[in-house]
């Protein structure tokens, strides 16, 4: 899949006065356990997820109805706690990792036909939260347990970069790789307010050569249900008409994809 050029553009240009219209909400008719990551290909929505308690892993398929259609386990039993993932217009990649900070995880490649098995590709020694595909045959860039570390893999696994992040602004939960060298970065932080502790929801753009963080932004939206900033877990970005469409999934269990637009930039 190649990326819109058009969103990275956009993206590059992201500041607090952005404006972000709620365009949709699509509710989940079923329990989706614990969100991480999502892409939609076609009518249909790649969610990982982990489900607590049985310590397991999966790739949710849903249906634009919101109906489970189906389910592929992914990581392992020590490892069952997938995370941001990403689409290349092939595969999917998914990181499965042990559910605490500086552990192990497992890389798999999973082909969305509905009846692969995923493919172990490789292992790496440290909690991988997120990991996305440079493009068809590129490497893979990703971070670990609340995107302190920030990591670079060859296409055989081989780790070529590592960079401590410099920013506290937020834990980047998931991403997508937008071109031009950019990933779009979702995550969340619990910061002090004046009427006690609440939930910063921000995006950021990770620059894939130097593994920098060149824009973050506060996202200003909210799940109605919940009060969880609208960036906790999952996103996906595509470009529907002249905007940005941004879908979000806040909530754990039967929660709801929010989609929110915003112009596209010339």
């Known amino acids: 899949m190649i990326p819109d ?10 500041s607090r006065s952005t404006s972000w219209e709620p365009v949709g909400e699509l509710a989940l008719r079923f329990d989706a356990g614990h969100p991480q990551g999502m892409v939609r290909i076609g009518a249909m929505w790649w969610i990982s997820t982990v489900e607590l308690t049985t310590r397991s892993g999966s790739v949710l ?11 592929t386990p992914v990581g392992d039993a020590t490892r069952f706690h997938p995370g941001g993932m990403d689409f290349d217009g092939e595969a999917l990649w998914v990181a499965s990792s042990e559910y605490r900070p500086r552990s192990t995880a497992v890389v798999e490649r999973l082909v969305p036909d509905g009846t692969s098995a ?28 609340g995107s302190r570390r920030l990591l670079r893999w060859q296409v055989d696994g081989r780790l070529i970069s590592e960079v ?55 996202f200003p939206h909210y799940a109605p249900a919940t009060g969880r900033a609208a960036t906790q877990n999952p996103l996906f970005a595509e470009v529907v008409g002249d905007t940005m ?7 754990d269990g039967a929660g709801s994809i929010l989609s929110f637009a915003t112009p596209l930039s010339a």
Request: glycine share 16%.
């Open 164 to 218: 401590r992040q410099p920013s506290h602004f937020v834990d980047y939960q998931d991403a997508q790789w937008l071109g031009n060298d950019l990933l779009l970065c979702g995550g969340v932080a619990t910061v002090q307010l004046a009427g006690g502790r609440g939930s910063l929801g921000g995006l950021g753009l990770l620059r894939a050569s130097d593994l920098a963080m060149v824009r973050e932004i506060p």
């Open 61 to 71: 398929t849903v249906d634009g109805s919101g109906d489970l259609v189906g389910r």
């Open 5 to 14: 050029e058009r969103l990275g553009a956009t993206a590059a240009r992201f």
């Open 245 to 251: 469409v941004v879908h979000l999934l806040p909530d």
């Open 118 to 145: 995923p493919e172990l590709l490789f292992r790496h020694d440290d909690h991988v939260g997120a990991i996305v595909r440079l493009g068809r045959g590129g490497d893979y860039v990703g971070w670990t347990w």
